[in-house]
């Protein structure tokens, strides 16, 4: 479980953040894998990517947007709670590694106002800056990780 203290920093979310959390969600549940395809972190297209190759390794018949489908099945299952009657939380949580964390709340008919810390089951949205070199200049943009990063905790 963490706490705020488990976190950098934390400051009230800007809204590009809350409406990249609330469109992920709504993206999702859509139809349009392509669209799910396009929030995802390039970090996490990546790994995905990977995660293809190795298994067409052991099955050549393995599809690419199949393989895609199933871990988007995946995401929805751990955000099914959330689908409907959602709330946002209005803080942006910052991770030690650059991380923003957007918390979204289950069950949520009425706006909630928190003055003190208490128990909430939270479902993270967790985003990333992408970036990329375009017309002559850098183009920061969010992107949407659905993959937890055990590696950073190795030691060697």
Known sequence: MLKNEDYAH????KPEQIKLALDFIETLYDEDLSGFWEMISEIDKSRIYGLFEANKHYDPKI???GFLNDIREEVR??????KEDMGISQ???YTHD?????YLLENVK???YYIAETLEKVYPVRLSLDVKFQDGSFVFSYGVRIYDD???KIKI
């Open 10 to 13: 934390i400051e009230k979310a």
């Open 91 to 93: 803080s942006a949580r």
């Open 63 to 65: 599809d690419f947007l």
């Open 110 to 112: 009425a706006s909630r």
């Open 150 to 152: 055990e590696f950073r």
């Open 98 to 102: 650059g991380e923003v964390v957007i």
């Open 77 to 82: 299952r751990f955000y099914d709670n959330v």
